[in-house]
């Protein structure tokens, strides 16, 4: 899904696109598997965008999220 809205996002000319941090709740994917796998694919998008913004539900997920970014590249 990430991929995809970045793709649409591109060829609609976006230069700044913010998304939610999905599947972190209410149906127990797990909350460091979802962040990695978005961290991810807005890493690969980056060079194409202004600014690429992960909303974060609560300061927890925001924690995960920077830790996940600070920890560098994933695999």
């Known amino acids: ?10 060829e609609n000319g976006v230069e700044s696109i913010a998304f939610p941090a999905i599947s972190t ?3 127990g994917y797990p ?5 990695k796998i978005a961290v ?3 890493r690969a998008f980056s060079p ?3 600014r690429i913004i992960a909303a974060c539900n609560s300061r927890a997920d925001a924690a995960l999220y920077k830790k996940i970014c600070d920890d560098g590249p994933a695999s």
């Open 1 to 10: 899904a990430y991929t995809r809205s970045f793709e649409v996002a591109l």
């Open 25 to 27: 709740g209410v149906y």
């Open 31 to 35: 909350k460091q598997q979802a962040a």
């Open 40 to 42: 991810k694919v807005m």
């Open 48 to 50: 194409k965008f202004k």
